[in-house]
T-cell receptor, first 111, second 116 residues
């Protein structure tokens, strides 16, 4: 079946550091890939998505590229802020099917 | 972007009572909505898929008689936790798919249920 694997956290960075959160997936077909962010006590917010190979999703300085050859969708940001502290979930879905989530990665950014 | 709301944002109830949680799509029509449960420091667990005008599809291990889902309109789905017990305490989150956006789901802010 489909699955998503994320790097374990927590990831602790200083403000303005470079961020990478690794995400790899297993899927039978050609899924859409997503990154969601969850702030404490809140629901999930869609951060970015990509629907086909080599697509790059980007939003608020975050970006991720759909790499079919490595089955990866790593999240990156060039300079993190304290306000980026949250839990980040990588997820996939194939047409008409449910979202499959990774375990989530806690990001802590120190000032 | 698509906005999904939930009500209430938190609720405390006594053991044995029933609690209803509403999920609304505010600026779009949602033919499909989803209900998730999240335990502290864990990922989301899909409970059921709710399609407007038809019965919900429950995931394996989820008691459909305990977690009643109704999707009576294109903008509203409700989850009723019947005869709640302390082990039902959790964070419940709904989401909805938007027509034309494929598999993208937009999530509500969640409802914190505490059963005493």
């Amino acid at each position: 079946g489909n699955s998503v694997t994320q790097m374990e956290g927590p990831v602790t960075l200083s403000e303005e550091a470079f961020l990478t959160i690794n995400c790899t997936y297993t899927a039978t077909g050609y899924p859409s890939l997503f990154w969601y962010v969850q702030y404490p006590g809140e629901g999930l917010q869609l951060l970015l998505k990509a629907t086909k190979a080599d697509d790059k999703g980007s939003n608020k300085g975050f970006e991720a590229t759909y790499r079919k050859e490595t089955t990866s969708f790593h999240l990156e940001k060039g300079s993190v802020q304290v306000s980026d502290s949250a839990v980040y979930f990588c997820a996939l879905a194939e047409y008409g099917n449910k979202l499959v989530f990774g375990a989530g990665t806690i990001l802590r950014v120190k000032s | 972007g698509a906005v999904v709301s939930q009500h209430p944002s938190w609720v405390i109830c006594k053991s044995g009572t029933s609690v209803k949680i509403e999920c609304r799509s505010l600026d779009f029509q949602a033919t499909t909505m989803f209900w998730y449960r999240q335990f502290p420091k864990q990922s989301l667990m899909l409970m059921a898929t709710s399609n407007e005008g038809s019965k919900a599809t429950y995931e394996q291990g989820v008691e459909k008689d305990k977690f009643l889902i109704n999707h009576a309109s294109l903008t509203l789905s409700t989850l009723t936790v019947t005869s709640a017990h302390p082990e039902d305490s959790s964070f419940y989150i709904c989401s909805a798919r938007v027509a034309g956006e494929g598999d993208t789901q937009y999530f509500g802010p969640g409802t914190r249920l505490t059963v005493l």
